[in-house]
Antibody, heavy 119, light 108 residues
Framework: EVQLVQSGAEVKKPGESLRISCKGSGYSFTSYWISWVRQMPGKGLEWMGRIDPSDSYTNYSPSFQGHVTISADKSISTAYLQWSSLKASDTAMYYC????????????WGQGTLVTVSS | EIVLTQSPGTLSLSPGERATLSCRASQSVSSSYLAWYQQKPGQAPRLLIYGASSRATGIPDRFSGSGSGTDFTLTISRLEPEDFAVYYCQQYGSSPNTFGQGTRLEIK
């Protein structure tokens, strides 16, 4: 069974750094891309970027380029989303999702990680 | 970037009725790379339809998708109580892939 299991909820202060994770199981982790999708409170879905775990090639939405970093460790089948300096506006639910290489179609989703940034 | 506009914003219907949701793109969607997702409160989105009209694994046949170019439709033939949720369209033919703002399907 394909599963994407995300790390738990986080509460951080503005200016702090954070890395959240997404662990894949039940499939070959390097055969599919992992994307990250943001959902702000009460709002819709926004694609942030994706990584090819086989070579760690990344592609970002212009809206998120430079604000977050996506990485992966294929030895432990885990992808990451990272911030160096959080803002209150980063408060949101973050989902990872799996797609076939070359097609940004998200068949499988993680359960989501809620990030709250508040002073 | 392709902008997707969904209508209506909210649709109020009763179980057993037919639901028709619209998704309009600001430019043609390449190869009909248009998907529909369902999201219930507190849950991750679930893929329903891809390639504009193909049902994902395990999706009941009361869900159907149609359209091409810039106009796409999700139809739920007979609403079940579990169908009341928010529905998003997504185009994945052009980078960056983009989502519509969602249609909330609520019980009348």
């Amino acid at each position: 069974e394909v599963q994407l299991v995300q790390s738990g909820a986080e509460v951080k202060k503005p200016g702090e750094s954070l890395r959240i994770s997404c662990k894949g199981s039940g499939y070959s982790f390097t055969s599919y891309w992992i994307s990250w999708v943001r959902q702000m409170p009460g709002k819709g879905l926004e694609w942030m970027g994706r990584i090819d775990p086989s070579d760690s090639y990344t592609n970002y939405s212009p809206s998120f380029q430079g604000h977050v970093t996506i990485s992966a460790d294929k030895s432990i089948s885990t992808a990451y989303l990272q911030w160096s300096s959080l803002k209150a506006s980063d408060t949101a639910m973050y989902y990872c999702a799996r797609s076939p290489p070359g097609i940004q179609l998200n068949h499988y989703w993680g359960q989501g990680t809620l990030v709250t940034v508040s002073s | 970037e392709i902008v997707l506009t969904q209508s209506p914003g909210t649709l109020s219907l009763s179980p057993g009725e037919r639901a028709t949701l619209s998704c309009r793109a600001s430019q043609s969607v390449s190869s009909s790379y248009l998907a529909w997702y369902q999201q219930k409160p507190g849950q991750a989105p679930r893929l329903l339809i891809y390639g504009a009209s193909s049902r994902a694994t395990g999706i009941p046949d009361r869900f159907s998708g149609s359209g091409s170019g810039t106009d796409f439709t999700l139809t739920i033939s007979r609403l079940e109580p579990e169908d009341f949720a928010v529905y998003y369209c997504q185009q994945y033919g052009s980078s960056p892939n983009t989502f519509g703002q969602g249609t909330r399907l609520e019980i009348k």
